[in-house]
């Protein structure tokens, strides 16, 4: 069965750094694209960053450029999202989302989230 798993969400300070995980069972990563999405209280779901499966290009949206650094580590089935400097406007459900096609809003599979709050 194929699953994504959220992990390293939590409470941080504004300015502060978080690890987000994305680990994956039933399928081998390095062959997807993945993506990571977030959902704040009251807004549309938005794309943060994705890392397309061909030749590892990375992309972002223009609110974290600079800030968030994703990364994949095929020996642990593993991607990550690196977020540093962080504002309390990224505080929201953040998720990761597989595809074996590209990068894109309609991701094929997805995790069910971890919630990261940027506040003091």
């Known amino acids: 069965q194929l699953q994504l798993v959220e992990s390293g969400g939590g409470l941080v300070q504004p300015g502060g750094s978080l690890r987000l995980s994305c680990a994956a069972s039933g399928f081998t990563l390095d062959y997807y694209a993945i993506g990571w999405f977030r959902q704040a209280p009251g807004k549309e779901r938005e794309g943060v960053s994705c890392?397309?499966?061909?030749?590892?290009?990375?992309y972002y949206a223009d609110s974290v450029k600079g800030r968030f650094t994703i990364s994949r580590d095929n020996a642990k089935n593993t991607v990550y999202l690196q977020m540093n400097s962080l504002k309390p406007e990224d505080t929201a459900v953040y998720y990761c989302?597989?595809?074996?096609?590209?990068?894109?809003?309609?991701?094929?599979?997805w995790g069910k989230g971890t919630l990261v709050t940027v506040s003091s």
């Open positions: 890392i397309s499966s061909s030749d590892g290009s990375t």
């Open positions: 989302a597989a595809d074996p096609g590209v990068c894109s809003n309609g991701m094929d599979y």
